[in-house]
């Protein structure tokens, strides 16, 4: 329950190469540990020279862009009928593994390329004028997400504040996590929970604005954060249970409001998870001219 490998039966069981790679991955403590590795030590036959080989290929400019990018995809269904076959005794047939991969990735391709469906103003027009929060479109809500990170051994602050076209504030929501590696890790739990609060409450149509570059590199690039697969899976998942939606990254300017929620988690030791109907009484000012100001 602690999270953490262990090391000198990692280091026994892999080569340093692969024992390197595997402490960059987050154990899973929701499940019993056993030992599965049926290669040599020596790693001729390593799993992960092949992951080695996909990112090489996937980092070339050979072949077809689209086969190329169908690779996490690939292995992930190889990952599910693998686990299909050892635990339900089902078999999955190549044609079927190959044919999921290329409608994830494609799906992926369509839906998890950062989008803008509000106007943008142009960069060039910001001399005098506050660069403020943007309303959504008619139709549309925006729900704006926040997240504040110290170290790994403070928790760290997740938020987010949903509105609608007329800038009221809808709800707002707050929590704290703990044992976040990393500014990266933090910023995709907040949004994780931030898509999982609009799924679970039934919201459509809506916008996701946040402002973390660290979380655009991994959504924009996830084969190369494979540390992250799993919670940018669970990302994906509940965004394809939600009726409309898109991903924008936002300026700091523009997402002022959910940052100040998730920083008073890190500053102020709020650690109380809360989700609450309307605006939180302390950010009155700041979204009352949100509102008014466009």
Not at 50 to 60: A, E, G, I, Q
Not at 177 to 204: G, I, P
Not at 267 to 275: F, G, K
Request: proline fraction near 3%; charged fraction near 20%; include cysteine.
């Amino acid at each position: 329950g602690t999270s953490v490998w262990n090391q000198p039966l990692l280091r026994q069981t892999f080569t340093p190469e692969d024992a390197q790679r595997i402490l960059l991955i987050k154990p899973c403590v929701n499940q019993e540990d056993s030992v599965r590795w049926g290669f040599s030590k020596d790693g001729r036959n390593s799993v992960f020279l092949n992951f080695l080989h996909l990112l090489k290929v996937y980092n070339s400019n050979e072949g077809d862009s689209n086969t190329r990018s169908v690779f996490p995809w690939l292995v992930w269904e190889l990952w599910k009928a693998r686990n299909a076959l050892a635990f339900e005794n089902k078999t999955v047939s190549a044609y079927t593994i190959a044919s999921r991969a290329f409608e994830e990735a494609s799906s992926w391709q369509k839906t998890m390329i950062l989008k803008t469906n509000t106007e943008i103003v142009d960069d060039v027009v910001r001399t005098e004028e506050h660069i403020g929060w943007i309303k959504p479109p008619s139709g549309c809500l925006k729900c704006n997400v926040g997240s504040s990170w110290v170290d790994p051994h403070h928790p760290s602050g997740a938020s987010w504040i949903l509105r609608g076209e007329d800038g009221q504030t809808i709800m707002h929501s707050r929590r704290s996590y703990s044992f976040m590696r990393s500014k990266a890790e933090a910023d995709l739990w907040a949004m994780l929970w931030a898509v999982e609060c609009m799924h679970n409450t039934h919201q459509v149509n809506v916008i996701f604005e946040a402002s973390s570059e660290q979380l655009h590199n991994v959504l924009c690039e996830p084969l190369h954060h494979l540390e992250f697969t799993g919670v940018v899976q669970s990302i994906n998942q509940l965004l394809n249970g939600i009726n409309g939606w898109s991903l924008d990254h936002a300026l700091q300017e523009r997402n002022e409001a959910a940052a100040a929620i998730a920083v008073s988690v890190t500053r102020d030791r709020r650690y109380q998870s809360y989700m609450a109907q309307h605006e939180p009484a302390w950010l009155h000012q700041l979204l009352s001219l949100e509102a008014s100001s466009n």
